[in-house]
Nanobody, 121 residues
Framework: QVQLVESGGGLGQPGGSLRLSCVAS????????MAWYRQAPGMQRELVAS???????YYIDSVKGRFTISRDNAKNTVNLQMNNLKPEDTAVYYC???????????????WGKGTLVTVSS
């Protein structure tokens, strides 16, 4: 089994910054892609940013230029630096990782429990 634990959520001010981190642990042979999703109240969960093992990144349009995703393969971590926060960034943020438990394992997606980010003055 694999566990993902997020940290770094909380209250941020408009125009301010927050940094989210996620650590993966357990039966890990390799981690393929890692990503951050978010779910605002009454909304569907959406992909915010993703990063491949080779550090190729993807961002949704609404966070481009403000958020930066990064990963440390040696530490099985993924981070999300969020700058110039906006009230519409308020959501529960979830870490997601595509993990292979063995060499032959094609991979399986795991989720963290989420961390709440509230942007308000």
């Amino acid at each position: 089994q694999v566990q993902l634990v997020e940290s770094g959520g909380g209250l941020g001010q408009p125009g301010g910054s927050l940094r989210l981190s996620c650590v993966a642990s357990g039966s890990i042979y390799s981690i393929n892609s890692m990503a951050w999703y978010r779910q605002a109240p009454g909304m569907q969960r959406e992909l915010v940013a993703s990063i491949t093992v080779d550090s190729n990144t993807y961002y949704i349009d609404s966070v481009k230029g403000r958020f930066t995703i990064s990963r440390d393969n040696a530490k099985n971590t993924v981070n999300l630096q969020m700058n110039n926060l906006k009230p519409e960034d308020t959501a529960v943020y979830y870490c997601n990782a595509d993990v292979s438990g063995t060499y032959y394992d094609p991979g399986m997606h795991y989720w963290g429990k989420g961390t709440l980010v509230t942007v308000s003055s």
